[in-house]
């Protein structure tokens, strides 16, 4: 592996100390060495060089919540929706969740795999090294699996490393519309056994019309015993009891959070359960922004993500989504920054990762403008002059 040097850094954000002028960043064998001013930078050797010319660099994105395997689309749901259609009237006309389960089923493996790796270039291309990816659109023992060998496809063939979350609890399916029980049987009883070596995690949508907490219990407790994590989709769309849930079974990470309380922020700090706020997903429901800026007064570190489905957020730019954490939700640019960088990695178990100082993976953006501001200042253009990983430059000019 040839090691890198950059050079001419106008702005470096490390996240392990203050941003730093007139910089020089090493990576040897895909660990940075040395991050840092550049009069203090130890003697270079042979490795490549890339002048930065007066740009800023900060970590890779950690996209720590996405949904990216999937077929069809949702556009004409999207219409309807911006029209004042309901969730009610978007699931009688066959709507939601369960139409892109019809289309994912429907789906063979290699394409939904070419299907995941368009979209996962492109959010390479936008400046993200790691991904979380979930399932959650197969819903019945097959194509779940087959969506978490495509997940772990996509980190084996694409230069991003990617986790993996078993989401089987994601809706009903059709088929066990009368019979609850029966489904949750078959997660607990035969999917999440298949899932234990294909997953780094498991997740439940606790929400009315979706799981309990009585219900999702069951899985996460199933899940611990298979030694996988918690990940959970809680108080997205009404208060419904999964950020107790989270904090109570010392959840890695609870995620959405728009109807978070105070109280729930405070036991969720306890617990150490990272926050993963989806701003996207609030912009496109027309609904209002996760308290960001309590859940971080309460002690949470929080973590930024896309969510990216065809039904809530189809983005795949985290430009984009600090943008509206900024703008909207009301996190400083700072914090925004460091929520989409250090705080994904932080909620993927990842303490080697989102920040730049010896040890850590040489995973960085290089920002074709003189500060990070930039990034949600301007979240409509691609700012990415290079992303690199693991030491190697994966896209942007000079690509
Ligand atoms: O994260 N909350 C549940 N799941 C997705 C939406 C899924 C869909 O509408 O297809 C979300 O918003
Ligand atoms: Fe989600």
Redesign the pocket.
Known sequence: MTDLLLTGIGRLTTNAGDTVADAVVMIVDGEITYAGTSSGAPDQGRADRVDCEGRAVIPGFVDA?T?VVFAGD?ADEFGLKMQGASYADIAGLGG??VS?VAATRAAGEDELFQEAAARVRRMIESGTTTIEIKS??GLDLGTEMALLRVARRVGDELPVTVKTTFLGA?ALPPEYRDDRKGYLDLVVEEMLPAAAPLADYCDV?V?EG?FSVDEALRVFEAAADLGMGARV?AE?LTHSGGAALAAGIGAVSAD?LDHVTVDDAGALAEAGVVAVL?PG?SYTLRSPQAPGPMLLDQGMTVALAT?C?????YLESMSMVMSLAVVQMGLSIDQAIHAATRGGALSLQMPDHGLLSPGSAGDLVIIDAPSAAHIPYRPATNLVWKTIKAGRVVAGIGH
């Open positions: 919540h949904h949702r939601g969740i892109t959650g659109y994601h949508f929400e979706a989709h997205q959405h989806v997903a969510d489905n065809p039904g809530t957020s």
